[in-house]
């Protein structure tokens, strides 16, 4: 998920669409991701 952002030229809106949410649910799980300080690399999905 948090890969998926960068890999849909940051369009917020591309990026939860390609993952099947809504952009606001996106933007909660990127929150809560940036402040549990998770930062491994996760596979990029296909997509964007």
């Not at 809504?22 to 690399?41: C, F, I, P």
């Amino acid at each position: 998920m948090a890969r998926s952002n960068p890999a849909c030229g940051g369009s917020q809106a591309e990026a939860a669409r390609v993952l099947g949410i809504a952009r606001n649910t996106l933007w909660r799980k990127l929150e809560a991701y940036h402040r549990s300080g998770e930062n491994d690399a996760a596979p990029q999905p296909d997509g964007c």
